[in-house]
């Protein structure tokens, strides 16, 4: 099962490489990483998704608890969560194209950012779904690069992750 693990970690050099390093160590896979630093410049919020049962995740986020540079972790997808994730997309947009490319830029509510006589980029955000659908929609000859900020996630309501 899919879980959204996200972390409060000291912004120091080599906090991330720790948390990296737990994960290959123990063999757990990461599918997607997203950090950057959050509103206390001494502290970055790193958001992992990770796929395993309940008892690999229960251990993950203990062995995350005992690094050092760990200041808080939680589970987002315990409970109700908001996720995105944004992706850059170029794609050939030549003659018939363009309006085609454009068609599909309208119905997932990307939006178009850089425009070439024979390119388009594309932003879109949104779930991991609807980011995966949009790809297989457009021709795949015509997807000249991708790149994709991995999930990032905050819980709903009144549940925040702070110090």
């Given at each position: 099962?899919?879980?959204?693990?996200?972390?409060?970690?000291?912004?120091?050099?080599?906090?991330?490489?720790?948390?990296?390093?737990?994960?290959?160590?123990?063999?757990?896979?990461?599918?997607?990483?997203?950090?950057?630093?959050?509103?206390?410049?001494?502290?970055?919020?790193?958001?992992?998704?990770?796929?395993?049962?309940?008892e690999v995740i229960e251990?993950?986020?203990?062995?995350?608890?005992?690094?050092?540079?760990?200041?808080?972790?939680?589970?987002?997808?315990?409970?109700?969560?908001?996720?995105?994730?944004?992706?850059?997309?170029?794609?050939?947009?030549?003659?018939k194209e363009r309006e085609?490319?454009?068609?599909?830029?309208?119905?997932?509510?990307?939006?178009?950012?850089?425009?070439?006589?024979?390119?388009?980029?594309?932003?879109?955000?949104?779930?991991?779904?609807?980011?995966?659908?949009?790809?297989?929609?457009?021709?795949?000859?015509?997807?000249?690069?991708?790149?994709?900020?991995?999930?990032?996630?905050?819980?709903?309501?009144?549940?925040?992750?702070?110090?």
């Amino acid at each position: 099962m899919k879980h959204v693990i996200s972390i409060l970690l000291e912004n120091e050099p080599g906090a991330l490489s720790r948390v990296v390093g737990l994960f290959s160590a123990r063999g757990y896979n990461i599918e997607t990483l997203t950090v950057a630093p959050t509103e206390d410049p001494s502290l970055s919020r790193l958001t992992i998704m990770t796929n395993g049962s309940e008892e690999v995740i229960e251990q993950i986020t203990k062995h995350l608890n005992r690094l050092v540079d760990v200041v808080k972790v939680v589970d987002l997808t315990e409970a109700p969560m908001v996720e995105r994730e944004l992706m850059l997309i170029k794609v050939r947009a030549v003659g018939k194209e363009r309006e085609e490319v454009t068609r599909l830029n309208d119905i997932f509510r990307g939006r178009i950012v850089d425009v070439t006589d024979k390119t388009f980029t594309i932003e879109l955000t949104g779930v991991q779904e609807k980011i995966d659908a949009f790809i297989e929609a457009i021709e795949p000859g015509a997807i000249l690069e991708t790149v994709r900020s991995g999930v990032t996630g905050i819980g709903r309501g009144n549940r925040i992750l702070k110090v």
